[in-house]
């Protein structure tokens, strides 16, 4: 029996929205989840701890940074991603195919390869196909991706077809390559905001049959209503028994549109990059500590946040901390912005239940659109 198992428990039937169960090796996420990334084996300024206290079940991780350093095989040697780390929780790890685009300029691609020229010291890492399975392998994260060539969302309409069947044939070898049967590996549709495009990477990937589906190349560029356009009719294509991951997305009305798309997955670095520059994203929309009316402000972030953060702090202390340059603002911050997106999506798997999302959708708008 295989180590993992989707399981879809409600359905909206106004909106398409889902809410499921997905059981990993290291625990079942509930879905609509979303994942805080920690690109290197950490979530910036989080212990494991606060991250569960803020309601994570799952986190990621990057092939790419983690093959420069520490290097895979020192993960492996330490006893894989889940001990190095301390997170006994399930782990995702990107394939490196979105720093073919994000490191454009440090790289040479070709169909066989990528060869990136390392960030942090200019040495070479060719990552093929066969070698990010191999990596990912020996990192030991739960859930695995192909590599894939994620083009801008402006390119021209060759380049954009090169890119997608590159996708597709990286695909193929990657499932080809993997070895280890307790990893769930993804593939990745590409295709910009054309549906043509879209259609024809779905097409490709569909029949190598793996057990849960990305959308990637969003979120790099386009404007939101290009985004959620090409979701409409994107989902559609994907399988309806499997995960469906929108990639490096987004902002909490990101969250909830993709939700109301029928995405189950999430991720993106927002909210601790936020919170370690001083903006909060709460209940009213998002709020930027460094502003001078927050100097002597007694509330918390957020009243409706049950967080430690909002329980034990005020804006005026919060402001102090970042203004006075102390470590401990980042941090609060970014703990407070991975609870606020946990209990939002938890909410929203509720308003799902009830057959409520449309009507959930046009609360947290409104509530958005307050001035804090």
């Known amino acids: 029996m295989s180590a993992f198992r989707f399981f879809l428990d409600a359905v909206d039937p106004v909106t398409g929205a889902r809410v499921g169960r997905w059981q990993t090796p290291h625990g079942t996420i509930e879905t609509p989840a979303f994942m805080p990334v920690g690109t290197l084996a950490t979530v910036k300024g989080l212990t494991p701890e606060q991250l569960r206290q803020a309601g994570a079940k799952m986190v990621l991780s990057n092939t790419y940074h983690l093959a420069l350093r520490p290097g895979a095989e020192v993960v492996a040697e330490m006893g894989g991603l889940h001990k190095f780390m301390g997170w006994d929780g399930p782990i995702l790890t990107d394939s490196g195919g979105f720093q073919v685009f994000s490191l454009a300029t440090l790289r040479k691609i070709d169909d066989e390869k990528v060869v990136f020229r390392s960030h942090i010291d200019g040495s070479l890492l060719q990552l093929s196909p066969e070698q990010a399975v191999q990596i990912q392998e020996q990192l030991g994260a ?24 590159r996708t597709t044939l990286w695909a193929a070898r990657c499932r080809d390559a993997q070895k280890r049967g307790d990893q769930a590996l993804f593939g990745i549709v590409q295709g910009g905001t054309h549906q043509e495009m879209r259609e024809r990477s779905a097409a490709g990937l569909l029949p190598l049959n793996f057990p849960g589906y990305a959308i990637g190349g969003l979120s790099v560029g386009e404007a939101p209503a290009d985004m959620y356009s090409t979701l409409d009719y994107t989902v559609p294509m994907l399988p309806e028994d499997r995960p469906r991951y929108l990639m490096g997305v987004g902002r909490p009305v990101d969250l909830v549109e993709g939700v109301l798309r029928g995405i189950d997955l999430f991720d993106c670095v927002m909210p601790t990059r936020n919170g370690r520059n001083a903006t909060a994203f709460t209940s009213e929309g998002t709020l930027k500590l460094r502003n001078l009316k927050h100097r002597t402000d007694p509330r918390p972030l957020d009243a409706e946040c049950d967080c430690p953060v909002c329980q034990q702090f005020s804006r005026a202390y919060l402001r102090h901390l970042f203004m006075a340059k102390e470590m401990l603002g980042p941090i609060l911050l970014s703990w407070h912005n991975i609870a606020y997106y946990q209990q939002m999506l938890k909410n929203l798997r509720q308003a799902i239940r009830e057959g409520k999302s449309a009507e959930f959708r046009a609360a947290q708008l409104a509530g958005w659109q307050r001035s804090v």
């Open 142 to 165: 739960d859930c695995i991706m192909c590599l894939d060539e994620c083009p801008p969302h402006d390119a021209p309409p060759e380049k954009m077809r090169n890119a997608v069947d």
